[in-house]
């Protein structure tokens, strides 16, 4: 849509100027409440391009990185778009806060703001124009009402459940569980297709090793971490976990290490005797390899320091040392066997977590337990390399998804049995920001036990329905899934 530059209209009356000037005096929580409730004036609203604007669905508040609200819908000039809507008191604002470099704001499709500037929001990739709407010339003479409640009204819209949880709160709890159960065997078994065919590729343990190491650091790093997996395979550190304990954790970490660039600094200013001793021999050790790095470091991307990548590196050793040197599949196959025989049994989920417990423990001498890099320093306290929320993690999306592809492989029905059976048994992941989205609209009213299979149904009805630009809330079939509309409820 092409921009008109013109300035706001003339004849702004003096009161209309006032409730501008109060709005602008607050923060910008009070005009995202204007959007949200849509308290404007009367008048039919145009963007600021003078086509007529009509807002079917003002969108979820994101508290999150990104668009102040997602999945919008708008018909702007009798079209309707499906997107994000941003906010801001000043028009300019859009780029001195970056947005038109960050594709996260890619699917804008209007820019609320308070008053009118000489700079359009333009889109990441294309630096189109984003429509906009001059908020300030529709505020109602209502926004005094809320100016001290635009906080609240807020939090209120936030809770708001949508007809999914409408409809989850009328119907038997039994139907709410049985949907969300289907939705997490869906995604389980969506994420072991894409394993499937890496099975016939490279031996079964490596992909299983690339698969755990991908998944055990946070997203900046999982590309760098299966590169370190395809360069020192499973196989070729066999042979370095049979050596004793101290021996092996050298000869691993320093090839992990040095190909990520940690050993290059002859010593670390400030760092402790025990830390300065363990550096250096890692060091040496690396150099006598004489390999090349293939990284100058690690991304920072300002996670809490005791989920550094070192720390995960460490803690992956250990594990694989625990899991036996004589083979890491053997090791899970063991532990799966085992479960098949407790599979009906009480004792199953002690087994199960007691196991997984034992497998991820971290050594009481790990020097790195209290560590979370080499040229930073120490925690306040120390702390087990990979905790039982990283845990849950990758059993949710590396180890249990390479177990059912390979069951499926085999037609092992009983293997897939157990591992359902352990999506079922399992904590659920820390909480983000699309299941805490999916525990306000659809659990808020009805709550699910929360589990990781839960947990996983609600990810993947996000990912099927609440995404979908061509429904919206308004028209999502979701609801139907839980009980068909105007059927008798329980």
């Not at 960050?102 to 209007?110: A, F, G, N, Q, S």
């Not at 939705?183 to 994420?191: G, I, P, Y």
Request: aromatic share 8%.
């Amino acid at each position: 849509m092409r921009r008109n530059q013109a300035q706001p209209a003339a004849g702004t009356t003096q009161a209309q100027r006032s409730l501008v000037a109060e709005v602008a005096s607050h923060r910008e929580a009070l005009l995202q409440a204007c959007w949200a409730h849509q308290c404007w004036s009367g008048r039919a609203l145009r963007t600021c391009d003078g086509e007529a604007l009509e807002v079917l669905t003002p969108g979820w508040l994101n508290r999150g990185p990104g668009p102040d609200f997602t999945e919008a819908r708008l018909s702007i000039g009798g079209r309707e778009y499906w997107g994000d809507v941003e906010v801001h008191l000043e028009e300019q604002e859009w780029g001195e806060h970056g947005h038109d470099r960050d594709p996260r704001y890619e699917r804008v499709i209007l820019h609320v703001v308070l008053r009118r500037g000489q700079r359009p929001a333009t889109r990441f990739v294309s630096g189109e124009a984003i429509p906009a709407l001059e908020a300030g010339r529709y505020l109602s003479a209502q926004v005094l009402d809320i100016v001290q409640d635009a906080e609240d009204m807020l939090r209120r819209y936030e809770r708001l459940p949508g007809r999914c949880g409408l409809r989850a709160a009328l119907s038997a709890p039994e139907a709410v569980s049985r949907v969300v159960a289907h939705a997490a065997e869906v995604r389980a078994r969506d994420k072991a297709e894409r394993i499937l065919p890496l099975l016939g590729s490279d031996g079964e343990e490596q992909v299983l090793f690339r698969i755990v190491f991908s998944y055990l650091g946070y997203r900046p790093c999982a590309k760098l971490f299966a590169a370190l997996a395809d360069r020192f395979p499973l196989e070729s550190l066999l042979p370095l976990l049979a050596l004793p304990y101290p021996e092996a954790r050298a000869e691993v970490l320093a090839r992990w290490f040095g190909a990520l660039g940690l050993l290059q600094a002859e010593s670390l200013p400030g760092a402790d005797a025990d830390c300065q001793a363990d550096y250096g021999e890692l060091r040496a050790r690396w150099a006598a390899l004489r390999l090349p790095s293939t990284a100058d470091g690690l991304p920072r991307g300002g996670s809490r320091p005791w989920n550094s990548p070192e720390r995960r590196i460490v803690g992956l050793f250990h594990h694989l040392y625990t899991m036996g040197a004589g083979g890491w599949l053997k090791g899970w196959l063991a532990f799966l066997h085992k479960l098949d025989g407790l599979r009906d049994r009480p004792e199953f989920r002690k087994e199960a977590l007691g196991h997984l417990e034992r497998a991820f423990a971290t050594p009481g001498w790990e020097p790195w337990r209290g560590m979370y890099s080499f040229a930073r320093g120490r925690l306040g306290r120390p702390a087990r390399l990979i905790g039982t929320e990283r845990v849950t993690m990758l059993m949710a999306n590396a180890v249990l998804p390479f177990f059912l592809a390979r069951a499926r492989l085999g037609a092992d029905a009983e293997m897939e049995k157990v591992l359902y059976r352990l999506y079922l048994i399992l904590p659920a992941e820390a909480p983000n920001q699309r299941t805490r989205f999916m525990e306000r609209r659809l659990a808020g009213l009805a709550p699910q036990k929360r589990t990781l299979r839960t947990q996983q149904g609600l990810l993947q009805i996000h990912q099927d329905f609440c995404t979908s630009f061509y429904e919206g809330c308004e028209r999502c079939g979701f609801p139907d899934l839980i009980a068909p509309a105007g059927a008798s409820q329980c």
